[in-house]
């Protein structure tokens, strides 16, 4: 069941905020962020209502709020694609940031690449974010020109230029500590938070998600909630090498075989889950656990935000298409 609370975003949670605002609850922006300010006026509101006094707007906290429509809305990411619904669960986690600001991640020269954008860090460096640019700019041309105005020109040549010049660029957009500063932070999130460049992410991200699959069958896992799994291996892990495959293989036939489908599907997950972590990086094993064992079990709490995979994007055991 859908619910937004602080770290949401989106027209809903604007929304939220001017029905706040008008019952004089709220003074801050309509902006569609679900900040500090929004939650401690939903608390009010509750307190004033009768309502559990979460900070959270749920069904029934909704319908108080909205009582003429009462039906709480999902997330705008839940009608889109699987693939759309992966890569925003796993750029969440990748920037912190729920739809649709996920797809706009963007990091300065920390790592040596320049600049990277996106779901999945594209960046100028390994020359992954160049041909989403240019898909961009060659079949939304006008998108670009409306966001970038009298920067488009320099956008544009930018983007011709050989690779150094483009990282030289980059570099130049940023602060000593690698933040990309205004206009260009401005702009290029604005660039990324398009309809247009996120489908664009998606397709560029078409081989991560196909790998994803392969996943899926090569373990015997069916699910929504096995491809979101899959993907975010892929992207954050890389793979799965053999003889993690090998203790995954021999944890499996240790399952009870009587087991519903679906309970049977979340022990394989998290039997996934629990094996990719323990082989990271020994610093990240934890965090690796944490986030992959949210995903296999549909729900938990990643770097402080709370995540219900069936509500906010529309992942759940049902089988793949």
């Not at 909205?66 to 839940?78: D, E, K, W």
């Not at 706009?104 to 790592?111: H, K």
């Not at 670009?144 to 320099?154: G, L, P, S």
């Not at 660029?169 to 247009?196: C, D, F, N, T, Y």
Request: proline share 5%; charged share 20%.
């Amino acid at each position: 069941m859908a619910s937004y609370q602080r770290g949401s975003l989106g027209a809903e949670v604007g929304q939220i905020q001017q029905r706040l605002k008008d019952l004089g609850l709220y003074n801050g922006p309509i902006d569609g962020s679900y900040g500090g300010g929004t939650e401690a006026a939903i608390k009010l509101f509750q307190r004033n209502s009768g309502l559990q006094v979460d900070g959270d707007t749920g069904p029934a906290t909704w319908a108080k709020l909205f009582p003429a429509t009462s039906v709480l809305p999902a997330p705008a990411i839940v009608s889109k694609t699987i693939a759309d619904r992966c890569l925003a669960l796993t750029g969440s986690f990748e920037t912190s940031s729920p739809p649709p600001d996920c797809f706009a991640g963007l990091a300065g020269d920390f790592d040596g690449q320049g600049m990277s954008l996106g779901v999945c860090q594209w960046n100028f460096g390994q020359g992954s974010l160049q041909p989403l640019l240019k898909a961009m700019d060659q079949t939304h041309g006008s998108v670009v020109t409306d966001v970038f105005h009298n920067y488009a020109d320099e956008f544009r040549r930018m983007l011709a230029s050989p690779k150094e010049d483009q990282l030289n660029w980059a570099r130049s957009i940023q602060s000593r500590r690698h933040v990309i500063v205004e206009p260009w932070l401005g702009l290029l999130k604005a660039l990324a938070r398009s309809p247009e460049f996120q489908a664009i992410e998606t397709e560029h991200a078409g081989h991560l998600i196909q790998t994803a699959r392969t996943l899926c069958s090569t373990y015997s896992v069916h699910s929504e909630r096995a491809l979101a799994l899959m993907f975010d291996i892929t992207v954050q892990n890389g793979s799965i090498d053999d003889v993690v495959r090998a203790q995954i293989e021999r944890d499996f036939a240790k399952l009870d075989a009587n087991q519903p489908a679906d309970a049977r599907e979340v022990a394989r997950l998290q039997i996934v889950a629990n094996r990719r972590a323990a082989a990271s990086n020994p610093v990240y094993v934890n965090d690796v656990r944490i986030r992959k064992l949210t995903i296999a079990n549909g729900a938990g709490v990643v770097h402080g935000r709370k995540y219900d995979l069936a509500a906010q994007y529309g992942i759940t055991l049902a089988p793949l298409a």
